[in-house]
């Protein structure tokens, strides 16, 4: 049986566009739909400083979001094969834990503890590059004008796990692909020591871009995909791609050294400022775990 594609719900907007989100691609799948709510108890409803009715208030709220949540699926795809658990604890903890035993993990991008100027909220922004399976973020209202997904790519073979999952997205959705290599002039360009031809740096960029990709058109033939190569900063670059599209893909590494970043900054960017839901894939077998809080 396939692992299931789980969503976190706290009865928000965004947590319903997630559930679509979701739901469609655990249909495109063939995968179950697990639904979750974590229910937080706050540090002071302790039993000194008990709140009175504070856990059935909880527990009421939580099964509502459920419902709410099973419907919007079942509504959607009625013969969807569709469970949902409310589970104590911290949502991040509690979403993390959850995606050990999934395939995918999806969140919204702000639940309702978010504030509303906020583009990213704290649990969608934790739980990112934290779990060893793709993470969907989801922004409430989007809709995608050209029907195709994008990839971020660079001269690594760690952009190969995003590279699988985007192409596997692109073929479930019957759609082409765009990966994008942004890349910026070396700063030495300016110091006047060194003399660079940008056309065939972005020549070489692009042999580069293509030669990454060549090896999954060859597995994917039924997807058209093409390579573009922007001299922008790259999160300008994606975040520019994002515009239309139906889904950004990244990978979750970076080239800082630093072992407490548990995103690359561009992957970190592109997931704040993405007009689109975007998927960050870990980069690394296992996930890339991380001591912050």
């Known amino acids: 049986m396939a692992e299931p594609i789980v969503v976190g719900t706290d009865g928000s907007p965004a947590a319903s566009a997630a559930i679509v989100w979701a739901a469609d691609d655990a249909v495109r799948k063939g995968a179950p739909l697990r639904v979750v709510h974590a229910i937080h108890r706050l540090p002071y409803a302790s039993p000194p400083y008990p709140i009175p009715g504070l856990d059935d208030a ?3 709220a939580g099964s509502q979001f459920l419902r709410e949540a099973e419907q919007i699926a079942r509504e959607r795809h009625p013969d ?3 469970s949902s658990g409310m589970v104590n604890g911290v949502p991040t903890r509690v979403l993390v834990g959850e995606a050990e035993r999934a395939s995918e993990l999806v969140v919204g991008s702000r639940g309702r503890g978010g504030f509303t100027g906020m583009l990213l909220g704290s649990v969608s922004a934790y739980v990112a590059g ?3 399976v793709p993470v969907v973020v989801v922004r409430p209202g989007h809709t995608a004008t050209r029907a195709e997904v994008v990839v971020g ?6 952009c190969e796990p995003a590279l699988a999952y985007a192409f596997e997205q692109a073929r479930s959705r019957d759609c082409p692909l765009r990966a994008v290599h942004g890349w910026r002039l070396p700063p030495e ?7 660079y031809d940008p056309h065939e740096m972005q020549q070489l960029r692009h042999n580069l871009a293509t030669g990454r990709v060549a090896a999954w058109r060859a597995r994917y033939p039924s997807v058209p995909a093409e390579v573009e190569v922007i001299c922008d900063h790259p999160v300008t670059a994606l975040v520019e791609a994002s515009k239309n599209s139906a889904l950004l893909v990244v990978g979750t590494h970076g080239r800082s050294g630093i072992g407490a970043m548990v995103l690359g900054s561009v ?5 704040h400022h993405a007009r689109c839901p975007i998927a960050v894939v870990p980069s690394e077998p296992g996930g890339r775990r991380s001591s912050l809080a």
């Open 58 to 60: 909880l527990t009421r």
């Open 80 to 82: 969807i094969d569709v």
């Open 130 to 132: 934290r779990t060893s």
């Open 153 to 158: 790519i660079d001269e690594s073979e760690e």
């Open 189 to 195: 360009l300016y110091t006047g020591w060194f003399v």
């Open 267 to 271: 992957s970190r960017g592109a997931l």
